[in-house]
């Protein structure tokens, strides 16, 4: 069965410094991968995915995120954080077969320090 | 355009009392999703319909019942709540059938069940 792991379930920048999220997926064929933020009391946004090709893609707010087969890894990159960055993170993968299905990590919680 | 709604957005249940949570989406989009979201644990998927008049089941379908009778919503039903239901549920929404693509998500609402 598909999973998805975000093994870092905190994380506290400081503002302007870079930030990584981390997230690795299992699932026996090609994927479909998403970052969604989150941010208090709200519903989901989406910030990027990967669907084929270029293995770096870019999203909104700055946000890029590497697709990297070797390592089962889609990881998310901002070069320099803002405040308004605090938020919950998820990655997802999507199932193409029956209902193009989601399956989320745990998330991580980004903390911006000034 | 509202794309995604929910109704309520909060709601305090006893246990043993029922409710149903709609869902409605202004995009045409075919497949709809209900999902929880409990700390820890990202979103899991509830129930998913692929197309009016069809559901199936997610993850985590035990205690609860949806319906799609009509294109644009998707209710989702609580029987009879239990405390162990007490979470934030989020509605989606995806457009291109048998392709992958984006789930657009709804605002969310908080059942608290006592």
């Known amino acids: 069965a598909q999973s998805v792991t975000q093994p870092d379930i905190h994380i506290t920048v400081s503002e302007g410094a870079s930030l990584e999220l981390r997230c690795n997926y299992s699932y026996g064929a090609t994927p479909y991968l998403f970052w969604y933020v989150q941010s208090p009391g709200q519903g989901l946004q989406l910030l990027l995915k990967y669907f084929s090709g270029d293995t770096l893609v870019q999203g909104i707010k700055g946000f890029e995120a590497e697709f990297k087969r070797s390592q089962s890894s889609f990881n998310l990159r901002k070069p320099s954080v803002h405040w308004s960055d605090a938020a919950e993170y998820f990655c997802a993968l999507m199932i193409k077969a029956a209902g193009n299905k989601l399956t989320f990590g745990g998330g991580t919680r980004v903390l911006v320090k000034p | 355009n509202a794309g995604v709604t929910q109704t309520p957005k909060f709601r305090v249940l006893k246990t043993g009392q029922s409710m149903t949570l709609l869902c409605a989406q202004d995009m045409n989009h075919e497949y709809m999703y209900w999902y929880r979201q409990d700390p820890g644990m990202g979103l899991r998927l509830i129930h998913y319909?692929?197309?009016?008049?069809?559901?199936a089941k997610g993850e985590v379908p035990d205690g609860y019942n949806v319906s799609r009778l009509k294109k644009q919503n998707f209710l989702l039903g609580l029987e009879s709540a239990a405390p162990s239901q007490t979470s934030v549920y989020f509605c989606a929404s995806s457009g291109l059938a048998g392709g992958p693509d984006t789930q657009y998500f709804g605002p969310g609402t908080r059942l608290t069940v006592l």
């Open positions: 319909s692929v197309g009016e008049g069809t559901t």
